[in-house]
């Protein structure tokens, strides 16, 4: 991504500091109304918050240098700047989950021991409001973006609310005179957290160490290539992720005879055809005579 993409980098920043302020204003509520009455669930809550905003600055740091052109240093962009952002998103989220597990059976062992007020129901419920507006932002944003980080804050959001939904469940469960359901529920939403932070972190190590897509997205490239009316065969085809996009290299097959102008041309046209296809960034084409017999393996492109 880079900054001509109508201000993509502005609008990068914009839900960045979004996330960053949406934290801010979680911890300080729950903080303070779990600090007053000596809530652990809410002070849980915003403690993971913390950590929360601490990734959210991550990004808005780091992130934004997607955006730069390709430069003397980094020649091919920095598009793996998101998904090492994003990454670190989710060996966050995974140590809180297991942080809020841990607490979880700590309270279920050593029992809780909570002053109820309503303020605890009204600093929770502030929490899930302001953090399912951050989300929606986050999203709607992200839906011309594409970006990984963003896509990592916005489930952070969502493990927010359940968190909060969580920490509700477990005061209305000391009203009603059942302070297990506090620890029991904290314990559930902290292992549905630490799965979404261990598979954002399994997406963006692909993304990170040139992980090849899956059958059906060789099979899109193959087609497109082969659909290509002065194109007599496709062999060594690799395709590999460059960040969060895929990059094409592949040798493709044409006339030996063909005119020098006209092969290049075609090299251009299979380019483009290649580009435009959903998640490829760059493409490598390099044509050949057909005919010589020097493809010994995956002549078929597969």
């Not at 809550?45 to 601490?54: N, T």
């Not at 600093?123 to 973006?145: H, K, P, Q, S, W």
Request: charged share 20%; with cysteine.
């Amino acid at each position: 991504m880079t900054d001509g993409e109508g201000g993509g980098r502005h609008e990068f920043l914009r839900a960045s500091w979004v996330n960053v302020l949406g934290n801010v204003g979680k911890i300080v509520a729950e903080g303070g109304v779990g600090y007053l009455f000596g809530s652990v669930a809410l002070l849980a809550d915003a403690a993971h918050s913390l950590a929360d905003l601490v990734a959210s600055v991550v990004v808005l740091v780091w992130g934004r240098s997607a955006f730069d052109e390709p430069d003397a240093t980094h020649p091919h962009g920095h598009d793996r700047i998101e998904p090492l952002t994003a990454l670190f998103v989710g060996a966050v989220i995974s140590l809180l989950g297991l942080n809020l597990l841990y607490q979880s059976v700590d309270g279920l062992v050593t029992g809780t021991d909570i002053d109820f007020s309503i303020l605890l129901l009204a600093a929770l419920g502030f929490a899930i409001v302001d953090m399912y507006l951050v989300y929606r932002y986050t999203v709607r944003i992200n839906e011309r973006l594409q970006s990984t980080a963003l896509t990592a804050l916005a489930k952070d959001c969502l493990n927010d609310i359940y968190t909060s939904v969580a920490a509700i469940v477990g005061i209305l469960g000391v009203l009603a005179g059942y302070p297990v359901l506090d620890p029991l529920a904290g314990g559930l939403v902290s292992l549905l957290v630490v799965y979404q932070g261990i598979e954002i972190g399994r997406e963006n190590v692909d993304y990170l160490i040139g992980a090849a897509p899956g059958r059906e997205k060789r099979s899109e490239i193959n087609a497109a290539l082969r659909s290509h009316p002065d194109v007599q065969g496709v062999h060594d085809l690799t395709v590999f992720y460059d960040g969060p996009v895929l990059e094409v290299e592949v040798h493709v097959e044409v006339d030996g005879d063909m005119a020098f102008r006209k092969a290049h041309d075609v090299e251009s046209e299979l380019v483009d055809r290649l580009r435009s296809l959903d998640d490829v960034g760059d493409a490598h084409v390099h044509l050949d005579p057909s005919g010589i017999g020097e493809w010994k393996e995956r002549s078929d492109g597969s």
